[in-house]
């Protein structure tokens, strides 16, 4: 099992700035990838940013390439996700998730084992 918990949501103005937090507990952090995942008012959970077990690799969606950063610590058992020059468009329940599956990085929400509970961004314009 993994319990995964997220931080740092809050209300900020268009171009501003937020970094989301996750912390996990309860397998070996270093051996899974972690992944983003957003969901807007009445839109499906779509795929933010994805990291590898050691970090050396990531992935993006389009929509937020070169504006959000996805890292881990691995020592702290954590993953974050800071993004700036947020947009209007990027106002949704954020989510981290995890990946136990040996497969290279997914954008795929059922490749994801574990979710955490979500931490609301919103962004006024």
């Known amino acids: 099992q993994v319990q995964l918990v997220e931080s740092g949501g809050g209300l900020v103005q268009a171009g501003g700035s937020l970094r989301l937090s996750c912390a996990a507990s309860?397998?070996?952090?270093?051996?899974?990838?972690m992944g983003w995942f957003r969901q807007g008012p009445g839109k499906e959970r779509e795929f933010v940013a994805a990291?590898?077990?050691?970090?050396?690799?990531?992935t993006y969606a389009d929509s937020v390439q070169g504006r959000f950063t996805i890292s881990r610590v691995n020592a702290k058992n954590t993953v974050s996700l800071q993004m700036n020059s947020l947009k209007p468009e990027d106002t949704a329940v954020y989510y981290c998730?995890?990946?136990?599956?040996?497969?290279?990085?997914?954008?795929?929400?059922?490749?994801?084992?574990?979710w955490g509970q979500g931490t609301q961004v919103t962004v006024s314009s």
């Open positions: 990291i590898s077990a050691s970090g050396s690799s990531t």
């Open positions: 309860g397998r070996t952090f270093s051996r899974y990838a």
């Open positions: 998730a995890a990946d136990l599956q040996l497969t290279p990085l997914s954008m795929s929400r059922g490749n994801y084992d574990y």
